[in-house]
């Protein structure tokens, strides 16, 4: 079902990744997702560099089944999914999904989360996002379901969502116009807590910076942020 193209995670399994994975496409046109990195353990990345990963599917790093990421220093460029996640999709029974002084640059997918599409509870601290793209919402960051989200810096160039961008509009059946949003950021439901970072020439349709998206209740603070 190409699952795990590059690596393989299997359940209860704990993988520490130091190196670089480059240039898998996957034009799969099953009605699964494949990926290029399959996550139901637990897998660390570490110094690593994962850059040029396609897919005409969702993002081709797949957590699900309780599967975890945890990413330190590494950076994360030039990915592109043809669904939801550029590059790390999340399912709602993935588990945890951290992110530590990390970068992700030019980033892109034509649904939500041009750099990461997340189901479940998520901490970034001291990453940049610099030039991401989605189509629908969250050029950056897209967290669904009731997930909560926690965004911490400390005001330095790391910590810092530049040049992101969420900018689509679809017409739907009955003639209405949908416009999508969070240049940065959208959170569908759940919590919001950001604290200590910059927002610099973020754009969208609706909300610039942030989105708070859908007709569940979202609790957002937003503190030491410009």
Known sequence: NNQGIALYSQANSTTTFKGVIRNIVSTYEGTSSPSAIAVKGTITFENAVVDGLKTNKNGMIRLFDKGSLIAKNTEFTNNQAGGDGGIVYAQMDASTVSFEQCTFTSNKAAGNGGATYIAEDATITNCKFD???????????????????????????????????????????????????????????????????????NSANRGGAVRLNGNNTIEATISGSI
């Open 131 to 201: 030039a991401n793209t989605a189509g629908k919402n969250g050029g950056a960051v897209y967290n669904a379901s009731s997930a909560n989200l926690t965004v911490t810096g400390d005001k330095t160039d790391k910590s810092v969502f530049a040049n992101n961008k969420a900018n689509g509009v679809k017409t739907v059946s009955d003639g209405d116009t949908v416009y999508y949003g969070g240049g940065a950021i959208c959170i569908g439901s759940g919590t919001l807590e950001i604290t200590g970072y910059e927002f610099i020439g």
